[in-house]
Structures are given as C-alpha cells and as structure tokens.
C-alpha cells in the first residue's frame, strides 16, 4: 500500500503556505504528487440569494466583486504553490459547481490535507473540509505543529467503523512510523473489542504496534489525547464520528475535541 496523490485545498490566504509545506512533508515521504486546489466561493451558490433580477444594479456590482475577489484569491494561491521547494506539484482552480468538482479531486486522492481553522469551522475552507471528510468520507490530515513523517504514530481503537476504517486507510503511515501506539479505552463503551485483532491487521502489513489499554470510564477524548502526548505521538489516527450533514455537519463530542486540541495533528476518516 502506498500513496500517490496528496491534495491540499487552498483560500488564496496566509494559510495556503502551512498546508502546503504540510502536504508536501507528507507527499515527499512516498514520492506522492502534491495537488494544490484552489477552491474559491461559488459563485453559483450565492445567486439565488440575490432574488430575481440579480443582474441589475446592486446585485451585478456584488457578482463582479465577487469575481474579482475570487481571481485575487487564484493568484496568490498559485504564487503559493510556485514558491513551494517540491518537485511533483501541480496546480489547479476549481470552477463552478465548486463542490462538486471538490468532490471529484477529492475522490482522486489519498489523503486531503487541511490546517486546523477549517475542522474548527472557522475560515473559507471550513465548508470544503465538511465536503470532504463527512460527504466524500475521504480520509483527512488536520496538520499541526510538529509534524512528522517517520516518527511516533497512536491509533485511536474501539473496534468500530470508524476506527477501523481510520486505521486501513492509515497502513501506509503507519508503515513509515517507528513506532505504533494502539489505544484503547473499553470502559469508554459499550462496544466489545479486541486491540489483538487490530495488531495482528497491522502485522500482516509489516506494522509492529504496542497496544495500551486506557484505565478511566470518562471523556474518551481526554483520555486520548493524553495517552498520544504520552507516547510522544506526532500523529493521531481516528475515527470521525457524527451525522451527515443537512446544512451542516455535526461532529461528535469526541471528535469535537479532537478538532479543539493543539496538538498532535489527526488522521481522520469518517
């Protein structure tokens, strides 16, 4: 198993540089192509907002502005990747349906990249990191300080779904790490697990995990977190857990406090 496409989807901001530099750390570990997506506001969707006989007047002034805001945005996120010391890079600009096309590149590759601000819901990405994760349900890295190819990963485990399907999706960082930490809390819930089964999965892959069982019935996110700081992690791997969204996607408690931690940067699959 292996990766091949990392895409980071960019704003045309300050935070462009950050997922980049991230997106390529982790692309240059499997000499990965990186894929920088600009995706701007569509205009498509603001329309109907505007009522009929949006072209006249104020609403025509509002439709070039925002046009004009969107191929700013364009350029500063291309110098961006230009300015990017990686070698198998490419550029591209979303057009409308934005979404849409989100969801096609997004099908297309391994792992999307994203900062924290978007998990949080903060910020222009914050909708197409709801697209991604909840939507297309494609695996997603919220990169923070520290991190790191290569060094320490935890994987989140309760024998459900979710997990699971973060921890397949996962094989292939989890076999450049030099060490893997499963952890489980089975006094956190109801659900009966073994972590054996997950290390022998990972065995079969040529991974060597240690498992560690965490005591307390609390919060399972607290628990987590601290076990990963504990283990010196760089990486957390886990499940996403929430509803699809209607308007919005609605996250879990824990994954809601995955998302507000500062530290370790997340591997994510809903």
Known sequence: MTWARIMAPLSGGEGDRVVLEAGALIAGAFDAELAGVYTPADVADVMPWMGEGFMGGVQATALESLKEAAAVGEKKARDAV?????????FMALETPVWA???AESRLSDVVVFSDEPGRGRGPLSEA???VLADEQRPVLIARPG???GGTVAVAWDGGKEASRAARQATPLLQKASKVVILTAPRATTRSLDPARLQAYFAARGVTAEC??????GEAAPMLLYAAQKAGAEILVAGA????RLQEFIFGGTTRSLLAADSPSLFLSH
């Open 147 to 149: 991190l790191k190819v």
């Open 101 to 103: 096309n989100l969801s």
């Open 82 to 90: 230009a300015a990017l010391s990686y070698g198998a890079k490419s």
């Open 129 to 131: 990191f709801q697209e």
């Open 212 to 217: 560690e069982v965490l005591p307390d019935s």
């Open 241 to 244: 857990f929430g509803h699809p």
